[in-house]
């Protein structure tokens, strides 16, 4: 028994090669958006791209090490969206979910053990831009 069966770890691939890399992508963008969305809209739709992370992780047999964002809006306030494969944490600063966003910064770090760093970056920014309602990526 490997110590991802003794954690309780339930992935379906092996971890018995310690040379595995993790794929990593870390990223930050500055947003503005043409209408306004309130910080629970946002908080929503950054967290249900966490989701689509983990789902995508999962279908893949891939391990997931960590996601997490950090978003400011230009009234200073501030999200934090982390998961290591279960539920999203979310933690927000008092008054985000009722403030109206127009611009925002989003930081963001994925580590997932499987995908190589091309094809996570692809996938995380592909679906990112989805649930942001951006369009597709050139």
């Not at 028994?1 to 500055?30: D, K, Y």
């Not at 997490?68 to 008092?94: D, R, Y």
């Not at 403030?99 to 094809?119: A, H, Q, Y």
Request: hydrophobic share 35%; charged share 20%.
């Amino acid at each position: 028994m490997n110590s991802a069966e003794n954690s309780g770890h339930t992935c379906r691939h092996s971890h018995e090669n310690s040379n595995e890399e993790p794929g990593v992508f870390s990223h930050s963008l500055a947003l503005q958006l043409e209408k306004g969305i309130s910080g629970s809209e946002l908080t929503n739709c950054l967290a249900a791209w966490v989701k689509d992370l983990i789902q995508w992780a999962a279908e893949n047999h891939y391990f997931i090490g960590h996601i997490k964002t950090f978003t400011s809006s230009e009234s200073t306030l501030n999200l934090w969206l982390a998961s290591t494969g279960k539920e999203v944490n979310i933690n927000s600063s008092p008054g985000w979910q009722e403030s109206i966003i127009t611009r925002f910064n989003l930081n963001m770090t994925v580590i997932i053990f499987g995908p190589d760093k091309e094809t996570l970056k692809k996938i995380a920014l592909e679906n990112l831009h989805k649930k942001l309602g951006l369009g597709s990526i050139r």
